[in-house]
């Protein structure tokens, strides 16, 4: 009987030898540089919703090699070892374009991106397990609705200290990481909250007040731009991710309770419907990888349409 590993084997070898291509066929359909293979990941806001989503897509593109940050280091360790029984079969043995065989290392980490000594302790620990880190994305974040009367200044002050000064921390631990090796890609999550000003004044996050956190996203994205620059010769790139209404379990969860406002989101999106966590993994996959190798400062909008003019 074949053990898991001799069997994993055999199969990667059928499928090697399935796509091989002569000199006069046609092209494989995937780009080489589009792989995370031999790349560390790192992803904050990991333990669930869409930090998790990207996780799993750089695993499905090769890594093999990531840390989960989350602000609980239980959720964040739980959610690594999730990830890692729901890869192994895939990832475990895999051979490597050297030859080598690489296994799945996922490791779970807590982080409060709000206090830049907790992200600096994060950085220490994925470094000493790793030796490096290619791949960062500053997903962490969060949103509140509150009118602008009501809105209290300590939970103000909370969302600010995540969603702008945590990704400002974790960009600049990432970058102080890179430059020695020689470079790396960070990714910020910001939002289409950040550009809806394109869209009539009355169609601004429809229904939702949530002025702080439209701000705080307008920030991370000009944040990136002005990182850009500053990193752009010492090869460090940073971009910007906006993902548009994704229905996430957490929205689902509100939006259980208040259809009319999930009809809201769908008529205001051209594409008429909300997107799914993984329709960002292309994107996140892409911003991350040497595909961009020439993009810094660059937005991406995945939002089906709703901050079109």
């Not at 059928?14 to 990941?41: D, I, N, Q, W």
Request: hydrophobic share 40%.
């Amino acid at each position: 009987m074949l053990s898991l590993r001799t069997a994993q084997r055999a199969l990667r070898a059928s499928a090697v030898s399935s796509v091989r291509y002569s000199s006069t066929s046609a092209a494989p359909r995937s780009l080489p540089s589009f792989s995370m293979e031999g790349k560390v990941c790192m992803v904050t806001g990991a333990a669930r919703g869409l930090g998790n989503e990207f996780c799993r897509a750089f695993l499905q593109s090769g890594c093999t090699s990531m840390a989960l940050l989350d602000l609980k280091e239980e959720e964040a360790k739980n959610a690594a070892q999730e990830l890692t029984t729901a890869f192994a079969g895939v990832c475990y043995g895999i051979q490597a374009s050297d030859g080598n065989e690489q296994d799945l290392k996922i490791i779970g980490v807590e982080c409060d991106v709000s206090s830049e000594r907790s992200v600096q302790k994060a950085f220490g620990e994925i470094i000493d397990t790793f030796g490096r880190v290619d791949a960062v994305v500053a997903s962490a974040g969060i949103v509140e609705n509150y009118s602008a009367f009501d809105y209290p200044f300590d939970r103000i002050k909370r969302l600010y200290d995540i969603n702008v000064h945590g990704a400002f921390f974790t960009a600049r631990e990432a970058a102080r990481a890179m430059i020695p090796q020689g470079g790396g890609s960070i990714v910020l999550v910001s939002s289409m909250s950040a550009n809806n000003e394109q869209r009539p004044l009355n169609a601004i996050n429809n229904l939702q007040p949530q002025t702080p956190y439209n701000a705080s996203k307008a920030a991370v994205k000009h944040m990136a731009s002005s990182l850009a620059v500053e990193w752009a010769k010492k090869g460090v790139r940073v971009n910007v991710l906006s993902p548009g209404y994704m229905l996430t379990k957490l929205t689902k969860t509100i939006l259980a309770h208040d259809p009319e406002l999930k009809r809201t989101w769908e008529s205001l999106t051209p594409m008429g419907k909300m997107g799914e966590p993984e329709d960002l993994a292309g994107a996140i996959v892409f911003l991350s990888s040497d595909a961009s190798r020439f993009m810094t400062g660059s937005e991406i909008r995945v939002d089906g349409g709703y901050c079109i003019i």
